[in-house]
């Protein structure tokens, strides 16, 4: 595949017509065609349908895009890492789960924003999955992983501040008169946690006997929005603390788990790969800051 012609096709699932779609490519119509219908006998199979009107991509189609998205921007990066290797300029990409931890990795990224003002920073908020499978692709040049897990393949930074994994329920909920959530005081309740913290079994260990007895009605990746359905009483969820305001006005309350469960941050990146000027500086940055502040990495 030509990247050309992905780049035409990009702007054509966007646009949903060919005609505007030339236009803003500067090319002419039965030629943008024709190089769509090469691609579709190259890869043998319909990535659009055709309307009156406009054009949908098939189920084909919307794969081709994912993937086309990915490619380009590999490309674009990889480009202007090469053409800008004497000068600190670009993207950070760095992919992380939702944490607090993560703050001395922010405050790097501020410094080097503020004193190189063409930096530009991409957070992708996601589980390990999906950061491990980006950073192998090259995708992003940073991951951050929650909790233990083999990082073998990557070199490693072990941030100081580890995650305490706690309850959140409605200020009116009985248990919110506790001062510590057992595995006793969940039994029977409407729980809720992570996707990937459920994926994983990780109230197991800490709910020992009792965990067949713990009722996971849901589950979620953006702690936000598992506070809403919290707010509305449907359950209690089980998560990092600090993620969601349990200020007096908010209506939730935060409660430690007893025993008490707790999980690295690791900012983790390729040992395959050379890193450009601008992910060097902020490794330099971060590693300087931590031990000015005492902490340590592995």
Not at 36 to 50: P, S
Not at 123 to 150: C, K, Q, T, Y
Not at 193 to 208: D, E, I, P, V
Not at 235 to 255: E, K, N, W
Request: charged fraction near 20%.
């Amino acid at each position: 595949m030509d990247i050309r012609v992905l780049r035409y096709f990009v702007v054509i699932a966007q646009e949903q017509n060919i005609s505007r779609a030339a236009t803003l490519l500067n090319v002419s119509q039965p030629a943008l065609s024709r190089q769509i219908a090469d691609l579709e006998d190259e890869l043998g199979t319909k990535l659009f349908t055709r309307a009156h009107r406009h054009i949908q991509l098939t189920q084909e189609g919307h794969y081709l895009l994912e993937r086309a998205l990915q490619i380009i921007g590999l490309v674009d990066k990889t480009t202007y890492n090469l053409q800008k290797q004497d000068v600190v300029s670009g993207t950070l990409d760095i992919g992380a789960g939702e944490s607090v931890g993560i703050m001395p990795v922010m405050e790097a990224a501020q410094q080097i924003m503020r004193q190189y003002p063409d930096v530009r920073v991409n957070l992708r908020s996601a589980d390990a999955e999906p950061i491990l499978a980006d950073l192998d692709a090259g995708i992003l040049e940073f991951g951050i992983i929650m909790g233990n897990r083999p990082l073998n393949n990557y070199n490693t930074l072990v941030l100081p501040a580890k995650n305490h994994w706690c309850a959140i329920m409605r200020a009116d909920e009985p248990l919110a008169q506790q001062k510590e959530i057992r595995p006793i005081d969940l039994v029977g309740r409407p729980l809720i946690t992570s996707r990937q913290a459920y994926k994983h079994g990780l109230f197991q260990k800490w709910s020992n006997t009792l965990y067949d007895q713990l009722n996971f009605v849901g589950t979620f990746n953006l702690a936000f929005n598992g506070s809403l359905l919290v707010k509305t009483g449907a359950a209690i969820a089980l998560l990092y603390d600090q993620l969601v305001d349990v200020s007096p006005t908010s209506g939730l309350v935060a409660r430690p788990l007893n025993p008490d469960m707790s999980e690295a941050n690791t900012l983790i990146w390729s040992k395959n790969r050379n890193l450009p000027n601008l992910n060097r500086l902020f490794l330099d940055t971060l590693q300087k800051n931590l031990a000015q502040q005492g902490g340590s990495d592995a």
